[in-house]
Protein backbone atom coordinates (compact mmCIF):
# COMPACT_ATOMS: atom_id res chain seq x y z
CA UNK A 1 0.00 0.00 0.00
CA UNK A 2 0.97 3.27 -0.95
CA UNK A 3 2.00 5.72 2.15
CA UNK A 4 -1.05 7.32 4.00
CA UNK A 5 -0.44 10.98 3.63
CA UNK A 6 -2.96 11.85 6.00
CA UNK A 7 -2.32 9.61 8.98
CA UNK A 8 1.78 9.87 9.16
CA UNK A 9 1.17 13.22 9.03
CA UNK A 10 -1.64 12.98 12.22
CA UNK A 11 1.34 10.40 13.61
CA UNK A 12 4.46 13.54 13.45
CA UNK A 13 2.21 16.11 14.75
CA UNK A 14 1.30 13.44 17.76
CA UNK A 15 5.07 12.92 18.26
CA UNK A 16 5.25 16.50 18.19
CA UNK A 17 2.85 17.70 20.73
CA UNK A 18 3.70 14.86 23.27
CA UNK A 19 7.43 14.34 22.70
CA UNK A 20 6.95 10.57 22.48
CA UNK A 21 8.39 9.44 19.33
CA UNK A 22 7.10 6.62 17.00
CA UNK A 23 8.83 3.24 16.08
CA UNK A 24 8.49 3.27 12.63
CA UNK A 25 6.99 6.05 10.59
CA UNK A 26 7.21 4.93 6.84
CA UNK A 27 7.62 1.46 6.17
CA UNK A 28 9.39 -0.18 2.87
CA UNK A 29 6.72 -2.49 2.17
CA UNK A 30 4.47 0.72 1.17
CA UNK A 31 6.83 1.47 -1.75
CA UNK A 32 7.65 4.95 -0.32
CA UNK A 33 8.64 7.58 -3.15
CA UNK A 34 10.55 10.86 -2.24
CA UNK A 35 7.39 12.57 -3.38
CA UNK A 36 4.97 10.60 -1.16
CA UNK A 37 7.37 11.86 1.99
CA UNK A 38 7.72 15.09 1.30
CA UNK A 39 3.63 15.64 0.60
CA UNK A 40 3.62 14.34 4.29
CA UNK A 41 6.17 16.98 5.05
CA UNK A 42 3.57 19.48 2.97
CA UNK A 43 0.60 18.09 5.19
CA UNK A 44 2.31 19.05 8.73
CA UNK A 45 2.89 22.30 7.75
CA UNK A 46 -0.24 23.14 6.46
CA UNK A 47 -2.20 21.75 9.78
CA UNK A 48 0.45 23.90 11.76
CA UNK A 49 0.04 27.10 9.60
CA UNK A 50 -3.77 26.30 10.12
CA UNK A 51 -3.28 26.78 13.76
CA UNK A 52 -1.85 30.26 13.87
CA UNK A 53 2.11 29.29 12.80
CA UNK A 54 3.74 30.87 10.07
CA UNK A 55 6.58 29.68 7.25
CA UNK A 56 9.58 31.75 7.83
CA UNK A 57 11.88 29.84 6.12
CA UNK A 58 13.69 26.72 4.46
CA UNK A 59 16.78 23.95 4.96
CA UNK A 60 18.65 21.82 3.50
CA UNK A 61 20.22 19.23 5.74
CA UNK A 62 22.63 16.14 5.61
CA UNK A 63 24.63 17.54 2.90
CA UNK A 64 27.64 16.92 4.33
CA UNK A 65 29.50 13.81 4.30
CA UNK A 66 29.57 13.87 8.35
CA UNK A 67 25.92 14.11 8.78
CA UNK A 68 25.30 11.52 6.21
CA UNK A 69 27.54 9.03 7.79
CA UNK A 70 26.46 10.50 11.75
CA UNK A 71 22.60 8.98 10.96
CA UNK A 72 23.19 6.88 7.99
CA UNK A 73 21.34 9.26 5.29
CA UNK A 74 23.14 8.95 2.54
CA UNK A 75 21.19 11.70 0.89
CA UNK A 76 20.46 15.70 1.36
CA UNK A 77 16.91 16.12 3.23
CA UNK A 78 14.78 19.51 2.99
CA UNK A 79 11.73 21.56 4.87
CA UNK A 80 10.23 23.81 5.75
CA UNK A 81 11.18 26.54 9.04
CA UNK A 82 8.45 27.58 10.92
CA UNK A 83 8.21 30.62 12.62
CA UNK A 84 7.45 28.93 16.50
CA UNK A 85 10.78 26.57 15.78
CA UNK A 86 13.02 30.39 16.15
CA UNK A 87 14.41 30.77 19.75
CA UNK A 88 16.23 33.72 21.16
CA UNK A 89 20.62 33.68 21.62
CA UNK A 90 22.00 33.63 24.54
CA UNK A 91 18.27 32.85 26.50
CA UNK A 92 18.13 29.12 28.27
CA UNK A 93 16.31 26.51 26.40
CA UNK A 94 14.84 23.34 28.27
CA UNK A 95 15.16 19.63 27.46
CA UNK A 96 11.61 19.76 27.99
CA UNK A 97 11.19 20.87 24.64
CA UNK A 98 13.00 18.23 22.56
CA UNK A 99 12.97 14.36 22.39
CA UNK A 100 16.56 13.57 21.68
CA UNK A 101 18.29 16.70 20.17
CA UNK A 102 21.75 17.35 18.31
CA UNK A 103 22.78 20.71 17.80
CA UNK A 104 24.76 21.89 14.30
CA UNK A 105 26.33 25.00 13.19
CA UNK A 106 25.74 26.48 9.93
CA UNK A 107 25.55 30.08 7.86
CA UNK A 108 22.38 30.92 7.55
CA UNK A 109 21.04 33.05 4.57
CA UNK A 110 19.06 35.96 4.51
CA UNK A 111 17.67 36.58 1.00
CA UNK A 112 17.03 39.98 -0.89
CA UNK A 113 15.01 38.48 -3.40
CA UNK A 114 13.32 35.52 -4.68
CA UNK A 115 15.32 32.76 -6.11
CA UNK A 116 14.59 29.62 -7.75
CA UNK A 117 14.05 27.13 -10.61
CA UNK A 118 15.40 24.31 -12.29
CA UNK A 119 18.38 26.44 -13.60
CA UNK A 120 19.58 28.05 -10.39
CA UNK A 121 23.63 28.77 -10.20
CA UNK A 122 25.83 29.98 -7.75
CA UNK A 123 26.06 33.07 -9.10
CA UNK A 124 22.15 33.53 -8.36
CA UNK A 125 22.38 32.37 -4.88
CA UNK A 126 25.17 35.48 -4.31
CA UNK A 127 22.85 37.24 -6.11
CA UNK A 128 19.98 37.02 -4.16
CA UNK A 129 21.75 36.93 -0.95
CA UNK A 130 21.06 39.96 1.49
CA UNK A 131 23.19 39.03 4.49
CA UNK A 132 24.83 35.84 6.18
CA UNK A 133 24.30 35.05 9.85
CA UNK A 134 25.94 32.24 12.01
CA UNK A 135 23.06 29.71 13.15
CA UNK A 136 23.11 27.12 15.51
CA UNK A 137 20.25 24.42 13.75
CA UNK A 138 19.00 22.16 17.00
CA UNK A 139 17.82 18.51 14.98
CA UNK A 140 15.17 16.55 16.79
CA UNK A 141 13.66 13.42 15.17
CA UNK A 142 10.26 12.11 16.02
CA UNK A 143 11.06 8.66 15.23
CA UNK A 144 13.21 6.94 18.27
CA UNK A 145 16.37 6.38 18.20
CA UNK A 146 17.30 8.32 15.11
CA UNK A 147 16.12 4.78 13.23
CA UNK A 148 15.32 6.75 10.22
CA UNK A 149 15.90 6.64 6.36
CA UNK A 150 15.65 9.36 3.99
CA UNK A 151 11.75 9.20 3.93
CA UNK A 152 11.10 9.38 7.18
CA UNK A 153 13.54 12.51 7.84
CA UNK A 154 11.93 14.23 4.53
CA UNK A 155 8.48 13.55 6.32
CA UNK A 156 9.63 15.20 9.40
CA UNK A 157 10.60 18.26 7.83
CA UNK A 158 14.30 17.74 8.10
CA UNK A 159 14.16 16.40 11.47
CA UNK A 160 14.25 20.24 12.41
CA UNK A 161 13.77 20.93 16.35
CA UNK A 162 14.83 25.08 16.90
CA UNK A 163 17.23 27.81 14.73
CA UNK A 164 19.24 30.47 16.79
CA UNK A 165 20.59 32.88 15.04
CA UNK A 166 23.46 34.98 16.03
CA UNK A 167 23.80 39.00 15.74
CA UNK A 168 26.84 39.15 13.58
CA UNK A 169 25.47 39.63 10.26
CA UNK A 170 28.03 39.85 7.26
CA UNK A 171 27.47 40.53 3.69
CA UNK A 172 29.10 37.34 1.40
CA UNK A 173 31.85 39.48 0.14
CA UNK A 174 33.13 40.16 4.06
CA UNK A 175 33.35 36.58 4.63
CA UNK A 176 35.00 33.36 3.07
CA UNK A 177 32.02 30.79 3.33
CA UNK A 178 34.39 28.60 0.97
CA UNK A 179 36.60 27.85 3.67
CA UNK A 180 35.65 28.90 7.16
CA UNK A 181 36.24 26.86 10.11
CA UNK A 182 33.73 26.27 13.17
CA UNK A 183 33.17 24.43 16.20
CA UNK A 184 30.68 23.73 18.75
CA UNK A 185 31.74 23.86 22.33
CA UNK A 186 30.04 23.02 25.67
CA UNK A 187 31.13 24.83 28.17
CA UNK A 188 33.54 25.71 26.47
CA UNK A 189 34.95 22.03 25.74
CA UNK A 190 34.69 21.86 22.14
CA UNK A 191 32.74 18.97 21.09
CA UNK A 192 32.69 19.14 16.97
CA UNK A 193 34.77 20.88 14.61
CA UNK A 194 34.17 21.63 11.08
CA UNK A 195 34.71 23.97 7.64
CA UNK A 196 32.04 25.33 5.47
CA UNK A 197 33.88 24.15 2.61
CA UNK A 198 32.20 20.37 3.69
CA UNK A 199 28.74 22.15 2.88
CA UNK A 200 29.01 20.84 -0.58
CA UNK A 201 31.81 22.66 -1.29
CA UNK A 202 30.61 26.03 -0.36
CA UNK A 203 27.16 26.69 1.09
CA UNK A 204 26.57 28.58 -1.77
CA UNK A 205 26.42 25.91 -4.31
CA UNK A 206 24.34 23.85 -1.29
CA UNK A 207 21.90 26.17 -2.10
CA UNK A 208 21.79 26.10 -6.01
CA UNK A 209 21.42 22.35 -5.96
CA UNK A 210 18.60 22.70 -3.03
CA UNK A 211 16.75 25.13 -5.53
CA UNK A 212 17.16 23.10 -8.46
CA UNK A 213 16.21 19.78 -6.13
CA UNK A 214 12.93 22.32 -4.82
CA UNK A 215 11.99 23.36 -8.50
CA UNK A 216 10.17 19.75 -8.74
CA UNK A 217 7.71 20.37 -6.47
CA UNK A 218 7.74 24.14 -7.91
CA UNK A 219 8.49 25.69 -4.88
CA UNK A 220 11.17 28.78 -4.46
CA UNK A 221 13.14 30.29 -1.88
CA UNK A 222 11.14 33.74 -1.55
CA UNK A 223 12.67 37.31 -0.11
CA UNK A 224 13.21 38.11 3.08
CA UNK A 225 13.27 34.47 4.39
CA UNK A 226 16.37 32.54 6.06
CA UNK A 227 17.69 29.42 4.94
CA UNK A 228 20.00 26.98 6.26
CA UNK A 229 22.44 25.33 4.05
CA UNK A 230 23.19 22.35 6.01
CA UNK A 231 25.76 21.73 8.98
CA UNK A 232 29.50 22.40 8.45
CA UNK A 233 30.37 19.35 10.99
CA UNK A 234 28.92 16.37 12.94
CA UNK A 235 25.58 17.03 14.84
CA UNK A 236 26.54 16.81 18.89
CA UNK A 237 24.04 15.26 21.42
CA UNK A 238 22.88 18.02 23.32
CA UNK A 239 23.97 17.98 26.87
CA UNK A 240 21.44 19.64 29.64
CA UNK A 241 22.72 21.43 32.39
CA UNK A 242 25.65 23.12 29.65
CA UNK A 243 26.09 26.28 27.25
CA UNK A 244 26.31 25.28 23.98
CA UNK A 245 28.16 28.20 21.30
CA UNK A 246 28.95 27.83 17.90
CA UNK A 247 31.74 29.88 16.42
CA UNK A 248 33.05 30.81 13.24
CA UNK A 249 36.03 31.82 12.89
CA UNK A 250 36.74 35.48 12.21
CA UNK A 251 33.31 35.96 12.32
CA UNK A 252 30.86 35.43 15.53
CA UNK A 253 29.42 32.95 17.50
CA UNK A 254 26.00 32.51 18.81
CA UNK A 255 24.76 30.70 22.34
CA UNK A 256 22.15 29.65 24.66
CA UNK A 257 21.90 27.84 27.73
CA UNK A 258 20.16 24.09 27.76
CA UNK A 259 18.62 23.41 30.91
CA UNK A 260 17.32 20.59 32.22
CA UNK A 261 13.48 19.83 31.97
CA UNK A 262 11.25 20.32 35.35
Not at 215 to 234: F, K, N, R, V, W
Request: glycine content about 8%.
Amino acid sequence: MPINIIETASRILDAKSTRNPVDVLIRDEDSPTVADAFRVQQEVVRRQVAAGDAVAGFKLGNIAKAMQAKFGVDEPDYGYLLASQFYPENLPISEDEFIEPFVELEPAFVLKHEVGGPHVTAADIISATDYVVPALEIIDSRVRDWKIGIFDTLADSGSTGGVILGGQPRRLSDVNLSDTPGAITFDDEVVAEGNTSAIYGSPVSALAWLCRRIAEYDITLPAGQLILPGSCLAAAKMVPGTRITGRFEGWGQVSFDYTAGH
